[in-house]
């Protein structure tokens, strides 16, 4: 019997040899849609590492809510779990 690796860590080699090995060598008419590959693997995988977690937090946050107030604050804590996958760095803006 083999061993397989986790698809997230499939996913992250995808990501390496897109940005690492094969940009370089594309032309760069073709770079662009290199890099886009790239963060649709690292996308994919951090939803395969943080969606089922965020969904049962978000789950418990939205049953527990009683108020306007509280609904508010849930609704941050679900997009800011969402954009932590599709947007790192995003999750932790606080706006003015």
Do not use: F
Request: charged share 25%.
């Amino acid at each position: 019997m083999q061993n397989q690796p986790p698809a997230a860590e499939l996913l992250e080699s995808l990501a390496e040899l897109l940005e690492s090995t094969l940009l370089p060598a594309l032309p760069p008419a073709l770079q662009h849609r290199a890099r886009v590959g790239a963060n649709l693997a690292r996308i994919v995988r951090r939803e395969i590492d943080l969606a089922p977690a965020a969904t049962r937090h978000e789950h418990e946050l939205l049953g527990a809510v009683d108020d306007e107030r509280a609904l508010w604050q849930a609704l941050v804590e679900v997009v800011r779990a969402d954009l932590a996958i599709a947007k790192p760095g995003y999750d932790s803006w606080e706006g003015q």
